[in-house]
């Protein structure tokens, strides 16, 4: 089967499945929130850039796992262009799904162990596209791996996943396109976490880390860095002060350490490297 044909077949099959899951799910939570920053960065940019990002998320439970799905929208401010010239700021659309099939309970089987209260298998995608000046990413991403889900407040679920990426930039500055190129199938360590607490006042501790290992040459021919992601925030629940239900309003502060952005070398790209505050807001419904 042809790379694209498979990739389109692939994602068509990802969706139906989210589909039917959502219409059978035990539990649902679903979002939209806000969150702000001022030193944000991008690979071959020595610029802070500013970005507004408006998150649509949804998890919920079915009887054999659960779905995942999240899409940014981010705006950036002028230091990350629209398009060579333009004093406006670049927009992208990046989307993740997963869904995680609890194994022990397809097959009736308890797999816990230790610290470990379930085994999975996860799948899923990645897509974006952004409007730069410079690189305008298309990116699409299959996502396949075992996933461990531990027995902690709230969750911590850990797996290492097999990634098949690819692209097709377009340089603004060049005027240049790119046809879709696949990079070598790499892998990543994953985890992502909500964990529930009282300090006096009602908190969570959330987010994600992702370890990414090289993934060959790049579409230009250079080479490509292992990369860390690392994104997490403090939440208060400030639904009990305003008469909401537990867990509808949230606010709180985020810290995101992403090294070797995309794969781009920090020793030799500027900008590669971003080490970003933000405030956070959410609301769940």
């Avoid at 500013?50 to 230091?79: A, I, P």
């Amino acid at each position: 089967m042809k790379p694209h044909l498979f990739a389109h077949t692939a994602l068509a099959a990802l969706l139906a499945t989210g589909a039917v899951a959502a219409h059978a799910a035990d539990w649902s939570d679903t979002s939209l929130s806000y969150r702000y920053g001022t030193k944000f960065a991008e690979p071959y940019n020595n610029d802070d850039i500013s970005k507004h990002v408006v998150n649509f998320s949804h998890v919920s439970g079915y009887k054999y796992g659960k779905n995942f799905f999240s899409v940014d929208f981010l705006l950036s401010d002028e230091n990350d262009p629209s398009a060579v010239g333009a004093d406006s700021g670049a927009h992208e659309a990046y989307a993740v799904y997963r869904n995680t099939v609890d194994l022990g309970k397809v097959t009736g089987a308890n797999l816990a162990f230790g610290p470990v209260r379930g085994v999975g298998a996860t799948f899923g995608f990645d897509v974006n596209s952004k409007t730069d000046a410079g690189y305008n990413s298309k990116k699409r991403m299959l996502v396949v791996g075992p996933t461990l889900m531990f027995d902690v407040p709230g969750f911590l679920d850990v797996g290492l996943y097999a990634l098949r990426e690819s692209n097709a930039p377009f340089n603004g500055f060049t005027q240049t396109s790119t046809s879709r190129y696949t990079y070598d199938t790499h892998a990543m360590l994953s985890a992502a976490w909500g964990i529930p607490f009282d300090f006096g006042i009602p908190l969570s501790f959330e987010g994600y880390a992702n370890y990414i290992g090289t993934k060959g040459r790049n579409e230009f021919g250079g080479p490509t860095a292992v990369e860390i992601n690392v994104d997490m925030q403090l939440m208060y629940d400030l639904s009990p002060a305003v008469g909401a239900a537990k867990n509808t309003f949230k606010l709180g502060i985020e810290y995101q350490y992403w090294k070797n952005k995309f794969g781009n070398p920090s020793k030799t790209v500027p900008g590669a490297t971003a080490r970003t505050p933000m405030v956070r807001a959410e609301y769940h419904f």
